[in-house]
C-alpha cells in the first residue's frame, strides 16, 4: 500500500508471554505491503511479555513498548488514544487494534485499510474470527449486526481525532470494551440522537485467529466459569450504560463502571437457560460492590 505511509496498531497485552510474539510476527509477515509503527500496550503484566517485547523491538524497531502498571484493557485504550497517539503518531489516516492473543490472517489489516478507504462513510471496519468454537456464529453476528470485535479492527484517524477532542474514554474494569465502542461508533458519538449500522463496515476479506484454550484441566473449567459471569456482568453493565447514555450524553460515561453498580438494584434477573445460574451471581457481585462502596462512603474520616 501507497509509498511510506506508516499505520499504526495498538496491540494490548496482559500476561500474554505464550502469544505475544505470533502476534507480532502476523501484524508484519501478514500485511508485507505496509509499514506499521506497533505499540504494545502492555497492562499489568507479571510474566515475561514485555522482556519479550523488550527483544523483538531490539530486532524491529518499528515495535515500542508501552508499559503501564495497571492492569485493565480500557485503561490501556485509553492510554493509546489520548497519550501514545498525540505523541508518537497522530493525524495518521487509519489505526488497528489487535488483541495480543490474536494473529492477523493473510492482508487483513490491508484489506480493513481498503474497506475504509472505499466505504467512507463508516468510521470502522471490523475483521471476524477465522478460528474458534463459535467461528461460524461469531461471523454470522459480526455480519449481520455488524458488531466490533476486539480482536481486530480499524478506526478511521478522524474519528479517532474526535473520541480525543471530545476527551471520550472507556470506563475503568468494564467488560465489553468493543461492545461499548462499537455503540459509541454507531451513534456517532452522540448517544441517543439515532443509530447508524453503517458506521461499522464488516470486512469479511479480513480475519484474525487465535488459539483457543483446550479444556483438559479443573483449572481451566473454572477460568471458563468465571467468564460467564463475566459475560453476564457485561450484560447488566450495558444495560446501565444503555439506560444512562441516551439521557445524559457522553456525560453519563463514569470513570469506573463500578461507579453506576448502585443502579443495579433496578436490574432483574431473567430466565436465561443454562446462563441464568452464571447471571445471577454477576448480579449478586455487582450488588455486593455497590454495598461495600456505599459503607465505605459513609464511615467519616478520622
Request: proline share 5%; net charge positive.
Given at each position: 500500500m501507497?509509498?511510506?505511509?506508516?499505520?499504526?496498531?495498538?496491540?494490548?497485552?496482559?500476561?500474554e508471554e505464550a502469544q505475544i510474539e505470533a502476534c507480532l510476527d502476523s501484524i508484519f509477515a501478514a500485511n508485507a505491503d505496509m509499514e506499521f509503527d506497533v505499540f504494545v500496550m502492555a497492562n499489568g503484566c507479571?510474566?515475561?511479555?514485555?522482556h519479550i517485547v523488550r527483544d523483538y523491538a531490539s530486532r524491529?524497531?518499528?515495535?515500542?513498548?508501552?508499559s503501564i502498571a495497571l492492569g485493565d484493557k480500557c485503561n490501556a485504550w485509553n492510554v493509546f488514544i489520548h497519550e501514545t497517539v498525540p505523541q508518537h503518531c497522530a493525524d495518521r489516516e487509519i489505526y488497528f487494534f489487535m488483541d495480543g492473543d490474536a494473529r492477523s490472517g493473510p492482508s487483513a489489516l490491508l484489506n480493513l485499510a481498503k474497506a475504509l478507504?472505499?466505504?467512507?462513510?463508516?468510521?470502522?471496519?471490523?475483521a471476524p474470527p477465522g478460528s474458534g468454537r463459535?467461528?461460524?456464529?461469531?461471523?454470522?453476528?459480526?455480519v449481520d449486526n455488524r458488531a466490533l470485535v476486539a480482536n481486530l479492527y480499524a478506526l478511521r484517524g478522524s474519528f479517532v481525532d474526535r473520541l480525543r477532542d471530545l476527551r471520550v474514554k472507556l470506563p475503568l474494569k468494564l467488560e465489553g470494551d468493543d461492545g461499548l465502542l462499537g455503540a459509541l461508533i454507531k451513534w456517532d458519538?452522540?448517544?441517543?440522537?439515532?443509530?447508524?449500522?453503517?458506521?461499522?463496515?464488516?470486512?469479511?476479506?479480513?480475519?484474525?485467529?487465535?488459539?483457543?484454550?483446550?479444556?483438559?484441566?479443573?483449572?481451566?473449567?473454572?477460568?471458563?466459569?468465571?467468564?460467564?459471569?463475566?459475560?453476564?456482568?457485561?450484560?447488566?453493565?450495558?444495560?446501565?450504560?444503555?439506560?444512562?447514555?441516551?439521557?445524559l450524553g457522553l456525560a453519563g460515561l463514569p470513570t469506573d463502571i463500578q461507579e453506576i453498580?448502585?443502579?443495579?438494584?433496578?436490574?432483574?434477573?431473567?430466565w436465561e437457560g443454562i446462563y441464568t445460574v452464571t447471571h445471577a451471581l454477576a448480579l449478586r457481585e455487582?450488588?455486593?460492590?455497590?454495598?461495600?462502596?456505599?459503607?465505605?462512603?459513609?464511615?467519616p474520616p478520622k
Open positions: 501507497a509509498g511510506g505511509q506508516r499505520f499504526p496498531v495498538m496491540v494490548l497485552a496482559y500476561n507479571t510474566d515475561g511479555t514485555e524491529r524497531p518499528e515495535v515500542h513498548l508501552v478507504r472505499e466505504d467512507t462513510h463508516a468510521h470502522a471496519a471490523s463459535d467461528k461460524k456464529k461469531d461471523w454470522t453476528a459480526l458519538l452522540k448517544p441517543g440522537k439515532g443509530w447508524d449500522d453503517t458506521l461499522i463496515h464488516p470486512c469479511t476479506d479480513a480475519w484474525f485467529e487465535f488459539d483457543p484454550v483446550p479444556m483438559t484441566s479443573v483449572q481451566e473449567w473454572r477460568k471458563y466459569w468465571r467468564r460467564l459471569i463475566r459475560y453476564g456482568r457485561r450484560r447488566y453493565e450495558f444495560a446501565l450504560l444503555g439506560q444512562r447514555l441516551p439521557k453498580y448502585g443502579e443495579a438494584d433496578q436490574l432483574s434477573l431473567g455487582m450488588r455486593h460492590v455497590a454495598r461495600t462502596k456505599a459503607a465505605a462512603a459513609s464511615v
